[in-house]
């Protein structure tokens, strides 16, 4: 079973400001089945990137994703304040079975 | 608009059984694979269960498996997850999710909002 490991566990930044999340996989994994998912408290997450690096619908363009193999980058070029949340990277590992990474936590 | 909406969560006693249940709406439901996701207090996203758009394919987590059971009812357009044998560990807020899967990746493009799940004696 491939791992995802998130790094931060926290990021803590302020409004403007350049986030950058970590994905790392215990082994290689197609691009196309790496996403990201962002979520708010109380909230179910939300699709944010999906092909490592295609935007979801109604995504603003602030958000990108990169990376290949086994490490893969989610960038918050400006931080707004709607973006302080909590962000999952997901692969697909075959067989319709899924696994999510520990998450980033996105503090002010 | 695309819809997804949970039901069936509650308090359960340890060795209970719940069955939920995912009403879809805005899509062609029998097209897709659906899957269920859950989320323990404060902790982390852990994929269940899976189905494929005919029931033809069924996946279960290890930590489930052998007492979840993920069905579907294409003309109810509803999607299913039955818990047996239920554990203190099960607690959790159980998400259904829409899988949505092109030449550009695969990915969870819908979820809906989720029910409570809260096993105790």
Known sequence: EIVLTQSPGTLS????????LSCR?????RSSYLAWYQQKPGQAPRLLIYGASSRATGIPDRFSGSGSGTDFTLTISRLEPEDFAVYFCQQYGGSLMYTFGQGTKLDI | ???????????VKPG???RLSCAASGFTFSSYTMNWVRQAPGKGLEWVSAIDSR?????????VKGRFTISRDNAKNSLYLQMNSLRAEDTAVYYCARVKDDSSGR??????????????S
Do not use: K, M
Request: proline residues 2%.
């Open chain 2, 55 to 63: 029931s033809s394919f069924i996946y279960h987590a290890g930590s």
């Open chain 1, 13 to 20: 930044l302020s409004p403007g400001e350049r986030a950058t």
């Open chain 1, 25 to 29: 996989a215990s082994q290689s994994i």
């Open chain 2, 107 to 120: 990915r969870f493009d819908y979820w809906g909002q989720g029910t409570l799940v809260s096993v105790s």
């Open chain 2, 1 to 11: 608009e695309v819809q997804l909406v949970e039901s069936g969560g509650g308090l």
């Open chain 2, 16 to 18: 209970g059984s719940l």
